[in-house]
Structures are given as C-alpha cells and as structure tokens.
C-alpha cells in the first residue's frame, strides 16, 4: 500500500553509461523531489518538481536530469553516469510547497557506479 | 546562507535510558523544524514537526522535541529508549516564508542502542 515506489532498488552500472530511476506515486501530490543520501552529508537536494513539466534545479543538479509529464511519475537521469554519483537515491513527495505535512519518501535506490 | 548542524553523527545510549538528539540551525526568519527518521535501509519517515504555537512538540514512538527560538535549536528527546529506536534521525528547516521549496537537513545522527 505504499504511496510512492523507486525503481529500481539497486542497480550497478559502468562509468559513461545512461542510468534512469523512477519515482511513481498514488497520491497525486503535486511536489516531487529527488535527493541523494551520502554518509556525512545528510540528504541533498537534486532536482524537484512542482507540477508536470515543471521542474528545477537543486543544490546538486550538474550531471542529472529530470522529467515529468504524468503526475504520478518523476525520472532522474544521469546522462552518463560517474563514480562520484555512487550514491543512494531517494524520492519524496508533498502535498504542499512548505512541506508542513511532511514529506513521504521512497525506499530508495542504491546506485553503484563502476 | 541557512544551515542545520546535528551536533553529534553518533549517540551511544543503554535501552531503557533516556536520550537527547542535538540539532542547530541558522536562521533569523520563521522557520518550520522538523525530524525525520531512517530505519535500516529504509527511507526516511516524519518524527514530528514545529510549525507554530506551542513549542513542545509530541511525535511518534514516545519523541518529542522543544523549540527554543534564544537558542535556534530543535533538540529532540525521548524519557526510555527501546532497542527498536536505532536508526539514523535527521533534522531539518525551512524558512516559513521562504519562496522556494526547499529543506535544509542536517548531516544525521545515529542513535545505538546498547542492551
């Protein structure tokens, strides 16, 4: 009964190479987030969506993009994947913009890049 | 620039003793506070919150947390800890009227329980 998915949970893939990861929600929330999760940095902020097609920048956004043409989806790509993007990823979603519910957030995927 | 500093990446505690997860943050506007925590290999899932009015606050699994304004801290707290509390707690801010739509999260604290 899980309102939001990532998949896929883990993944390994090779230096230079495109990766895709998906975010699918059931809640219809219009806010969607993607955040990468690295010992010592807490999580920081990729890319977010505010609405489909809407979409912008984070604090950690060069080597990834984003789309989101379905409410329900949000993908986060990495044009060509490097070793420093060795990370585990995670997606949130919100019902509001000032997140005073709170965000719900996926179970994550981990990402190995070799 | 807003930051949120989590005093201490490990708490070592004995079950059934009582515990204090330390969190700063820097800022001069309102700002909402909140703490997440992250089971193994789990994502993350909303502790509790401030948003306004009183400043102690009552989450899940027996934790609270006060919002000292004087002191910019959201320190979370809980009487009796059980083996089932460790995890990773992270804290987070955001201004109340900031127009973006960003959180800014501390770094983690792991909080061990010792039998």
């Known amino acids: 009964d899980a309102g939001i998915t990532q998949s896929p949970r883990h993944k390994v893939t090779e230096t230079g190479t495109p990766v895709t990861l998906r975010c699918h929600q059931t809640e219809n929330h219009r806010y969607m987030y993607w955040y990468r999760q690295d010992p010592g940095h807490g999580l920081r902020l990729i890319h977010y969506?505010?609405?489909?097609?809407?979409?912008d920048k984070g604090e950690v956004s060069d080597g990834y993009s984003v789309s989101r043409s379905k409410t329900e989806d949000f993908l986060l790509t990495l044009e060509s994947a490097t070793s420093s993007q060795t990370s585990v990823y995670f997606c949130a979603i919100s019902e509001s913009v000032e997140g005073d519910r709170g965000y719900t957030f996926g179970s994550g995927t981990r990402l190995t890049v070799v | 620039a807003q930051s949120v500093t989590q005093l201490d990446s490990q708490v070592p505690v004995f079950e059934e003793a009582p515990v204090e997860l330390r969190c700063n943050y820097s800022s001069s506007v309102s700002v909402y506070l909140f703490w997440y925590v992250q089971y193994p290999n789990q994502g993350l899932q909303l502790l509790l919150k401030y948003l306004s009015g009183s400043t102690l606050v009552k989450g899940i699994n027996g934790f609270e947390a006060e919002f000292n304004k004087s002191q910019t801290s959201f320190h979370l707290r809980k009487p009796s800890v059980h083996i089932s509390d460790t995890a990773e707690y992270f804290c987070?801010?955001?201004?109340?009227?900031?127009?973006?739509?960003?959180?800014?999260w501390g770094a983690g604290t792991k909080l061990i329980i010792k039998p």
């Open positions: 987070a801010v955001r201004g109340a009227r900031w127009s973006n739509y960003q959180l800014i």
């Open positions: 969506s505010y609405g489909v097609k809407d979409t």
